[in-house]
């Protein structure tokens, strides 16, 4: 008979083999990935049935914020962000479409040159794009207006951006190079046999874009409209700056006035949150739907195809001359008008008496500002640290999702997949909300921020991390595992080398989008905590415009020399462009 000491040492090393490593840190990367997903939400939800909270009374358990959001008067703030969020993402679409179609399916000239520059704008941040092109177009002080008046003779007003068209130009134009991406990726993996045999059959080339190629690319049109339209109906930048000045609100800007009122509505921001959450959701629905149909619409097959690119004849240099008018529009006038704008004591239109006048000293005043190395420094820390926690955090869940057989793992994707319904306004709410009803000392601080980076870009992670497990074949771990190697040695040594280039990229480009990060961080910052994005969004709000615009030009170069790296970094890690 076993003795009973035998009997524990045995029940003992039962329960360290049931409780494996493995299982601790994927539990706990579990928990952490629901803590950042759930949370917010919840509290979110919960908020929105509350009365503002005073000094002199609690909050009340209340319908009166849902009553507010969904009555008559309310309706044509719904009507304005739809219509904002449609046009801006139509604007998009049709141009990054063409452009994509250009680049990827025929002659034009420079195609290398403009793949390579569509990157650019990817790297600006919107309130910066917006500034620009409040400096170009404005009804009084527009450089495009002005020129043109002066070449007319006249005193008409050709380009008002403080309006509904203006907004929708303003954001249509930044989301063009993510529509641009996107579509690119279509076009160039579709075979060109269906468009080749339209043209024996003596179809043009506009017949076949239409009756061909666009039908072919059906999915990915519908698709990338739909996430142009979510990303358009949580702007911040371009309806704060262009907007509220005019009076046009959509659900963003309510959510930042009603936080800003006295006292702060914080029920009444958290219902207009919800009702953005659900347009969001449903948005991603659809898009998923569409996902799923794919299959329907495949080129592409086992047997082998050379593309040949669509002659344009005599439309070539059309099409060479539309690429430079882009590029242009989208990255030369922005950062131009920016760059004069630095270089003045206040802002004054181009001519050659301001030529004479220029200076260094909003540069020298950004050097000065009392924030700057703070700010700086904080933003650094909470990209790195962020992008980092991040890639980990989600190695580990695409690991789950992807190489193991445990039920309901599919979850654990829509899970780290949740935050893209939040806008960045909206999470930063439910953040904040959650934040200041549960005391864990966290509000207030840069902490809070980094939790909030996490949660945004969460769903990022995930999206490199699972596409770089995919193609790491079973044998791999089995055959360390044979060899007597423990999960964290396999998970260390093979599977993280492994899935190396994308766990690169997906840290390159969380770390460049949490630097220009301003919806979410908005509504968390404070004294000590301020962040680049809120330094410039201070100064607009001063209307220190000239020193805006030189921090602003150094924010750009910086971004850009930035990407610079990540492209050698990319190369080093085995990344090619697709």
């Known amino acids: 008979m076993p003795s009973l000491k035998t009997n524990l040492f045995r029940r003992v090393g039962w329960a360290k083999r049931r409780l494996d490593f493995k299982w601790i840190v994927v539990g706990g990367s579990t928990l952490l990935v629901g803590y950042f997903a759930l949370i917010p939400l919840c509290f979110l939800?919960?908020?929105?049935?509350?009365?503002?909270?005073?000094?002199?009374?609690?909050?009340?358990?209340?319908?009166?914020?849902?009553?507010?959001?969904?009555?008559?008067?309310?309706?044509?703030?719904?009507?304005?962000?739809?219509?904002?969020?449609?046009?801006?993402?139509?604007?998009?679409?049709?141009?990054?479409?063409?452009?994509?179609?250009?680049?990827?399916?025929?002659?034009?000239?420079?195609?290398?040159?403009?793949?390579?520059?569509?990157?650019?704008?990817?790297?600006?941040?919107g309130l910066l794009f917006t500034v620009a092109w409040i400096l170009l177009s404005s009804p009084k002080i527009g450089i495009l207006n002005l020129l043109l008046q002066h070449i007319l003779d006249t005193d008409y007003v050709f380009f008002d951006v403080y309006s509904m068209g203006g907004m929708i130009w303003v954001a249509g134009l930044h989301y063009t190079p993510v529509a641009f991406l996107l579509m690119s990726a279509a076009f160039r993996y579709m075979d060109p046999a269906l468009e080749e045999s339209a043209m024996m059959s003596g179809a043009n080339t506009w017949q076949v874009l239409y009756h061909v190629t666009l039908r072919l690319t059906w999915p990915a049109l519908f698709g990338t409209m739909l996430i142009l339209f979510i990303r358009a109906l949580g702007s911040f930048e371009v309806p704060a700056l262009l907007g509220l000045p005019v009076g046009i609100q959509v659900f963003t800007s309510s959510i930042y006035q009603a936080i800003h009122h006295y006292p702060s509505q914080i029920g009444l921001a958290s219902t207009y949150a919800t009702t953005l959450l659900l347009i969001t959701a449903g948005g991603i629905y659809f898009q998923a739907r569409i996902s799923s149909q794919g299959h329907?619409?495949?080129?592409?097959?086992?047997?082998?195809?050379?593309?040949?690119?669509?002659d344009l004849g005599k439309w070539r240099c059309l099409a060479g001359t539309a690429f430079a008018l882009y590029i242009c529009w989208i990255v030369i006038l922005p950062f131009l008008v920016l760059l004069w704008s630095s270089l003045q004591k206040f802002y004054r239109i181009p001519s050659m008496a301001a030529l004479h006048d220029l200076t260094f000293d909003a540069y020298r005043f950004v050097w000065d500002y009392p924030n700057i190395g703070t700010s700086v420094g904080n933003s650094i820390f909470l990209s790195l640290a962020s992008a980092t926690l991040i890639m980990l955090l989600t190695a580990v869940m695409s690991w789950v999702v992807v190489k193991?057989?445990?039920?309901?793992?599919?979850?654990?994707?829509?899970?780290?997949?949740?935050?893209?319904?939040f806008p960045g306004l909206v999470l930063g709410l439910s953040i904040m909300t959650f934040y200041l009803h549960v005391d864990v000392g966290v509000y207030g601080t840069l902490w809070i921020l980094l939790i909030a980076y996490i949660t945004r870009f969460l769903p990022y992670g995930m999206r490199y991390n699972t596409a770089s497990m995919l193609q790491i074949h079973k044998e791999l771990e089995e055959s360390a595992a044979m060899s007597g190697a423990s999960w964290s040695t396999t998970f260390r040594k093979i599977v993280l080398p492994l899935i190396k280039p994308g766990f690169v990229a997906g840290w390159i480009y969380i770390v460049i989008v949490s630097i220009r990060e301003l919806s979410a961080s908005i509504l968390l910052y404070s004294s000590g905590s301020e962040v680049v994005s809120v330094v410039i969004w201070e100064?607009?709000?001063?209307?220190?415009?000239?020193?805006?615009?030189?921090?602003?030009?150094?924010?750009?170069?910086?971004?850009?020399?930035?990407?610079?790296?990540?492209?050698?970094?990319?190369?080093?890690?085995?990344?090619?462009?697709?």
Not at 47 to 64: G, N
Not at 297 to 307: C, E, H, I, V
Request: aromatic content about 12%.
């Open 539 to 578: 100064l607009w709000e001063g209307g220190q415009y000239v020193q805006l615009s030189a921090l602003g030009v150094l924010l750009i170069m910086g971004l850009f020399f930035l990407v610079i790296i990540a492209q050698v970094l990319a190369g080093k890690s085995g990344l090619r462009p697709a």
């Open 404 to 421: 193991t057989s445990t039920p309901g793992r599919w979850l654990l994707d829509n899970l780290a997949s949740l935050p893209l319904v």
């Open 296 to 310: 329907r619409y495949s080129t592409m097959t086992g047997k082998g195809y050379r593309p040949h690119p669509i």
């Open 45 to 125: 939800l919960r908020e929105s049935f509350f009365t503002p909270r005073t000094a002199a009374q609690a909050a009340l358990l209340t319908l009166d914020n849902y009553r507010t959001v969904y009555s008559f008067q309310t309706a044509r703030l719904f009507l304005n962000s739809i219509e904002f969020a449609a046009g801006s993402a139509l604007v998009s679409l049709l141009l990054g479409t063409l452009l994509a179609w250009l680049n990827e399916r025929t002659n034009t000239p420079f195609k290398k040159c403009f793949f390579a520059l569509s990157v650019i704008p990817l790297v600006v941040p």
